[in-house]
T-cell receptor, first 115, second 110 residues
Framework: NAGVTQTPKFRVLKTGQSMTLLCAQD?????MYWYRQDPGMGLRLIHY???????AKGEVPDGYNVSRLKKQNFLLGLESAAPSQTSVYFC??????????????FGPGTRLTVT | AQSVTQLGSHVSVSEGALVLLRCNYS??????LFWYVQYPNQGLQLLLK??????LVKGINGFEAEFKKSETSFHLTKPSAHMSDAAEYFC????????FGAGTRLTVKP
């Protein structure tokens, strides 16, 4: 099993450009999450999904959109990138049934720089 | 709402010395508590977790943590540090959602 994979691994954007980050998991997990990691701030939840076709806002959702059209995929979109969105983005997945309480499995991360 | 405070953004120990990484949580309900480790340029992986039951939890790579409700703490320890333990460690608390601490970077000196 590949676990949780993320593409791309690195990306540089200019202010105002758009992009989509793809997360895929092969563990048949119901729950998926997008986090951003910034120095000294730990991980902050952007959006999450408790199942196919369902998404919800996390702690820092502004400037991002997500979609979960297939159970195994969770997409994070930036419509108009800003320098404040320079960060490392992590996707994670977990089991259902109170899944927010369960162990989360993380992808390797995407390092995004917005100039 | 729950929150996590990790005391010390950077801890440095000598190889063979005790590792102690501190975590205090705030939660109005019984929490689920986790420690994750992040090696350079990698995602987070679970070290150990506390849900219910025994308050001393053993994890991978010789780490353990003790849940102390009276102190609202979940400190991570390892009796003898190895060079390979150098990484960033995150404490997390969960009830309705997962909240991570800011992280502690562990350096191990030869």
């Amino acid at each position: 099993n590949a676990g949780v994979t993320q593409t791309p691994k690195f990306r540089v954007l200019k202010t105002g450009q758009s992009m989509t980050l793809l997360c895929a998991q092969d563990m048949n997990h119901e729950y998926m999450y997008w986090y951003r990691q910034d120095p000294g701030m730990g991980l902050r939840l952007i959006h999450y999904s408790v199942g196919e076709g369902t998404t919800a806002k996390g702690e820092v959702p502004d400037g991002y959109n997500v979609s979960r059209l297939k159970k195994q995929n969770f997409l994070l979109g930036l419509e108009s990138a800003a320098p404040s969105q320079t960060s490392v983005y992590f996707c994670a997945s977990s089991l259902p049934g109170g899944g927010l309480n369960h162990e989360q499995y993380f992808g390797p991360g995407t390092r995004l720089t917005v100039t | 709402a729950q929150s996590v405070t990790q005391l010390g953004s950077h801890v440095s120990v000598s190889e063979g010395a005790l590792v102690l990484l501190r975590c205090n949580y705030s939660s109005s309900v019984p929490p689920y508590l986790f420690w994750y480790v992040q090696y350079p340029n990698q995602g987070l992986q679970l070290l150990l977790k506390y849900t219910t039951g025994a308050t001393l939890v053993k994890g991978i790579n010789g780490f353990e943590a003790e849940f102390k409700k009276s102190e609202t703490s979940f400190h991570l320890t390892k009796p003898s540090a190895h060079m390979s333990d150098a990484a960033e460690y995150f404490c997390a608390v969960s009830y309705n959602d997962m909240r991570f601490g800011a992280g502690t970077r562990l350096t191990v000196k030869p």
